[in-house]
């Protein structure tokens, strides 16, 4: 986050509130930070982001704050329930600051008189932060009176210009990133914070390190854009002033009381209530007659800016803004903080202090800062993200379901945003999700429960089916086993040898018959090798033989009966492919068994017979043939010797 300092210098008096130099940019932790492992993504941070610093994260749906949109205003930090957002800490700062051997200021709120209303004298609370190790203890108000002072001069020096207060660090941040217009209508007056700091150096010396203890967490990014005699050197909310209190033991029944160090302030002390700043310097609030109209607490504030920037021209006054309902109810008070009651206790010790009040000396203190400057200039940082075209937005709006709507005012604001058409701008914009639409998550949850019912049921289906599928798989399994172990041991019965080999000439099986007539060599192979399987047949063969095989898987085609000279034996071998190109099988015969050769015997006899039975019948057939045409020839003599006769 960029922070920047603010020059005073070569300003002419007309030109104050607008002319700043940017002297230093130096970067600083975010102010705010969500922890993820903590977060339950119910978004209440992003529906009480008025200026929509947060956005949610399409992949994780995670809510992340956006550190240059931020004004500080610490809603997001009060309206998480599970604690997930924190704000940077200055504890660990401060320790070291009482431990650099500097003396170091403390300057306090008035609104303390509310927070600790545990404390039963506001001196014994001056002793216990005392009890820290600060060699000075001094109250604000002072520096609120020299600025409400200032704000009658510009009020009652009125030269058709209206003003807002720049008091609120969150007013200002909001002005300068969402309504820069306006910024020349900031009064351009330092915050009693900074004013105070101004006079503890000018009385306790430029080296002395200053630590503001306050109600307000925006604060500590306002501390850091000045230096010099207004630097602030560190910001410590009243939480964490209460944290001190408790690590360090300090109680107030261990101690003595302990005045504020000077100066004194007069009706400052009133300055937590929203008006306070205006009764310290008796500023008219008449409804009549007067010029200034006072606006407290979040949504009021927003109005405000927003009417004062459309209609100053008709409001004609000037408006004295606070973020919260004045700094009682600072987001770095103590939670459950009941406002009417802070109120009470803040006017009460107004009173009571007012009642040893000595106005001499305080004017003197007054009359001792006038040459102080407590003029400022303001940075505009505009943040304002460009409105999506209307066909974008309408496109969103078809997304989320709600494009039916004719009113696009009209939602539910669960989404953190005033209508459907605000928050389809913000998804346009990538500062949200669609998911963040209780309505359409809540109907793509239904449709994904249908969807997974409907993919439960069909799951179910398919696994009846492979259930089915696999029982038919193992029936056949067990099937294709017992066959196949019918159809070995049936082989292996066979008189001729068997055998499967691959396109590589790899055997595949073979049955005992082809192991007995290859002989010896193939009996040890078989020993090693139960069956040949995976044997080179080129290995077992001889070329003559192995090459039947190479040829039918070759051309595809099968020899039958081939003769095969082995040894001194004859074998009698039929080769046939089993598929194409991939497989072949071969059967094997001994001619000289007993049974093959009987067998081919009889099928050699058999074969010369039926040549010998067809030679007959051609025989027959052709001697046949000539009878009938010699019987053709007798009777055609016959008859003709009849019809000679007859003549």
Request: proline share 3%; aromatic share 8%; charged share 25%.
């Amino acid at each position: 986050m960029g922070l920047l300092f603010y020059s005073k210098k070569n300003k002419s008096s007309a030109q104050s509130a607008d002319i700043f130099v940017i002297l230093s940019i130096m970067t600083s932790s975010a102010l705010f930070r969500i922890s993820h492992n903590t977060c339950i993504k119910c978004y209440s941070c992003v529906r009480i982001c008025v200026v929509k610093a947060i956005r949610v994260e399409v992949n994780t749906e995670l809510p992340t704050i956006i550190p240059e949109r931020c004004i500080g205003c610490g809603s997001c930090y009060r309206a998480c329930s599970p604690a997930a957002i924190s704000y940077r800490s200055s504890i660990q700062e401060v320790k070291e600051l009482m431990a650099s051997g500097q003396k170091v200021a403390a300057i306090c709120d008035p609104a303390i008189s509310g927070e600790f209303r545990d404390i039963t004298d506001y001196r014994k609370f001056v002793k216990m932060i005392r009890n820290l190790g600060f060699a000075y203890v001094i109250e604000i108000s002072f520096g609120v009176d020299l600025v409400a002072a200032e704000y009658k001069k510009l009020f009652e020096d009125f030269r058709g210009k209206y003003h807002i207060t720049a008091n609120c660090p969150a007013v200002v941040s909001f002005i300068e990133k969402y309504h820069p217009s306006l910024i020349s209508n900031l009064a351009p007056i330092v915050s009693p914070m900074i004013a105070t700091a101004s006079v503890v150096r000018q009385r306790y010396g430029q080296d002395i390190k200053i630590v503001a203890i306050g109600p307000c967490i925006a604060a500590k990014d306002e501390a850091l854009k000045f230096e010099g005699n207004e630097r602030i050197d560190s910001v410590l909310t009243f939480t964490e002033l209460r944290n001190l209190f408790t690590e360090f033991d300090i109680q107030e029944s261990h101690l003595e009381f302990s005045e504020f160090d000077p100066p004194l302030g007069n009706r400052g002390s009133l300055y937590p209530i929203s008006n306070g700043l205006l009764q310290s310097a008796v500023i008219s609030e008449d409804l009549l007659g007067g010029t200034v109209i006072t606006a407290e607490g979040r949504d009021n504030m927003i109005r405000a800016v927003t009417e004062f920037d459309t209609r100053v021209d008709l409001i004609r006054r000037h408006i004295n803004l606070f973020y919260d309902e004045g700094c009682l109810m600072g987001p770095g008070t103590s939670a459950g903080g009941e406002k009417f009651l802070r109120h009470t206790l803040v006017t009460d010790y107004a009173n009571k202090r007012l009642m040893t009040f000595d106005a001499d000396s305080w004017q003197s203190h007054i009359n001792s800062c006038s040459g102080l400057d407590l003029s400022r200039g303001f940075l505009a940082d505009d943040q304002r993200l460009p409105i999506p075209p209307d066909e974008t937005i309408e496109d969103v709006l078809k997304m989320i379901g709600q494009q039916e709507q004719s009113d696009n005012t009209v939602g539910c604001e669960s989404c953190g945003y005033p209508s459907c058409r605000e928050f389809a701008i913000a998804i346009a914009q990538g500062l949200a999700t669609t998911e963040m639409c209780h309505i359409f998550s809540g109907r793509n949850r239904q449709q994904y429960i249908q969807t997974l019912r409907t993919t439960n049921e069909k799951l179910a289906s398919t696994q009846e089916a492979l259930r089915i599928s696999e029982e038919q798989s193992r029936h056949e399994k067990e099937s294709q086993i017992e066959e196949s172990g019918l159809i070995s041991a049936m082989l292996q019965q066979l008189v001729s040898g068997v055998v499967i080999v691959d396109e590589n000439l790899r055997i595949l099986h073979a049955n005992k018959a082809f192991i007995r007539i290859l002989g010896e060599e193939a009996a040890m192979v078989d020993e090693v090798i139960p069956g040949l399987e995976g044997a080179d047949l080129k290995s077992l063969l001889p070329v003559h033989f192995y090459k039947l095989f190479s040829f039918v898987l070759t051309a595809d085609e099968s020899v039958e009966r081939k003769d095969v000279q082995y040894g001194d034996g004859l074998l009698n071998v039929s080769v046939f492919p089993l598929r194409s190109k991939k497989f072949v099988g071969g059967i094997v015969r001994d001619m000289f068994m007993p049974e093959v050769y009987k067998e081919h015997s009889n099928t050699l006899m058999r074969e010369v017979i039926d040549q010998n039975f067809d030679t007959v019948q051609k025989i027959a057939f052709l001697l046949g043939e000539g009878a009938a045409k010699t019987e053709q020839m007798l009777n055609a003599i016959i008859e003709s010797h009849k019809s000679q006769g007859k003549k």
